[in-house]
């Protein structure tokens, strides 16, 4: 795999401050938190919240998000390991 040309990617302030303004209006809960990997791999996470009560609530709403995937990714592994019960 070859080298990336440029270093240390982030998304640029001013698409970050259009998806913000994107996400309410002026006196609407505004926020966002984005996940992402850069070149590398490495895992990136960028968040803005107008006030605290959307930040929380998008922190619960990403752990319910998470438990939620993390339990079906069981189910699905347990099923697989599982398999035989279901044959005939």
Known sequence: MSEP????????????????????????????IIAYSNEKGEPMIQARCDTQVT????????????????QDAYEMEEDQENTWLFKN
């Open 55 to 70: 930040e929380y609530a998008l922190h619960k709403a990403i752990e319910a998000y998470l438990s939620e995937y993390n």
């Open 5 to 32: 040309k440029f270093k240390d990617f982030k998304i640029p302030k001013k698409i970050l401050d259009e998806f913000y303004e994107l996400t309410g209006g002026s006196e609407a809960y505004k926020g966002y």
